[in-house]
């Protein structure tokens, strides 16, 4: 499951990144680049929570992808680092 699950949220993340934003005269009603940062922010939302998960291995035996392996706790590590700052 883990893994068409990050398939479907990096093919998400590249067709939101590949989709070119359109102005949108809506009288200033709503705020076309507010919803598209809270799109982001749920891709992005979605991806790092299946990195946390990878990154427990009690989740996933990445012991054969040691190259994979890696780079999920690096990415833990970041995204962690990087909340931290934030606070």
Known sequence: MWPRALREGVAEDEHFR???QY???DGGLDDADWHRQ?????IVHRLLGLVGYAANPRNI??????????AISDLQSESQQAA???R
């Open 23 to 25: 102005p949108v005269d």
């Open 84 to 86: 931290k700052i934030r």
């Open 61 to 70: 035996d990445l012991s054969d992808l040691t190259d994979l392996a890696a």
């Open 38 to 42: 809270q799109q982001e922010a749920d």
């Open 18 to 20: 590949n989709t070119p």
